[in-house]
């Protein structure tokens, strides 16, 4: 359905910190997600994808971790730097091509 | 690679025409291609999806007769916004999948759509 929020969720960090990223998502029968990056008027960006059949998957910098039993999903970010500022979307596909998107979270780093 | 633009970046029109916007993938053909739409502060709400040479497969609510979306190569998708309102002012964002067996899909940089 729409999402009905018109205020982020915002996550403020100190430069340097690691960064958790939280998405609980809706169809148990999902099988692949995608942690995107949305800088301001920008498309978005992939970053990491896990598939349902692992529960983490590391890249540089970020780590993703798939807990199905509960239907969430994390994104955590190491040494969070300036330019990690950005909106953050988690996605899933279920038994279509159909990406259905989070309602995001604004991550905000400061010196 | 898997580079996918879009034409134009912004546009401004009066309420009562119509705009289209392009998507095209420079670098891979793409068998499928996905419209979808963000209001300022939310999240991207998928519009239609698009196989080349087919008609587009909307989602629940949206105008297919309103949001005309051609796929006519496997390079190039476009959206027609039809007797455009205030309130069809978003930003419009495409992306495009490589293959059929591929998960992945590349978005291009989005049009932002004001309606006046």
């Known amino acids: 359905g729409e999402s009905v929020g018109l205020h982020l969720p915002t996550l403020s960090v100190q430069e340097g910190d690691n960064s958790i990223i939280n998405c609980a998502y809706s169809?148990?029968?999902?099988?692949?997600f995608i942690w995107y990056k949305q800088e301001s008027g920008k498309g978005p960006q992939f970053i990491i994808d896990?598939?349902?059949?692992?529960d983490k998957r590391q890249g540089q910098r970020v780590t993703v971790l798939l807990n199905k039993t509960v239907k969430h999903l994390s994104l955590q970010i190491a040494a969070t730097q300036p330019g990690d500022s950005a909106v953050y979307f988690c996605?899933?596909?279920?038994?279509?091509?159909?990406?259905?998107f989070g309602t995001g979270t604004r991550l905000q780093v400061f010196p | 690679g898997a580079v996918v633009s879009q034409h134009p970046s912004w546009v401004i029109c009066k309420s009562g025409t119509s705009v289209k916007i392009e998507c095209r993938s420079l670098?891979?053909?793409?068998?499928?291609m996905f419209w979808y739409r963000q209001f300022p502060k939310q999240s991207l709400m998928l519009m239609a999806t698009?196989?080349?040479?087919?008609?587009?497969?909307?989602e629940q609510g949206v105008e297919k007769d309103k949001f005309l979306i051609n796929h006519a190569s496997l390079t190039l998708s476009t959206l027609t916004v039809t007797s455009a309102h205030p309130e069809d002012s978003s930003f419009y964002i495409c992306?495009?999948?490589?293959?059929?067996?591929?998960?992945?899909?590349?978005f291009g940089p989005g049009t932002r759509l004001t309606v006046t």
């Open positions: 996605a899933e596909k279920g038994d279509t091509d159909k990406l259905i």
């Open positions: 896990i598939r349902s059949n692992m």
């Open positions: 169809n148990s029968a999902s099988d692949y």
């Open positions: 992306s495009a999948k490589t293959q059929v067996t591929s998960y992945e899909q590349y």
């Open positions: 698009s196989n080349e040479g087919s008609k587009a497969t909307y």
């Open positions: 670098d891979f053909q793409a068998t499928t």
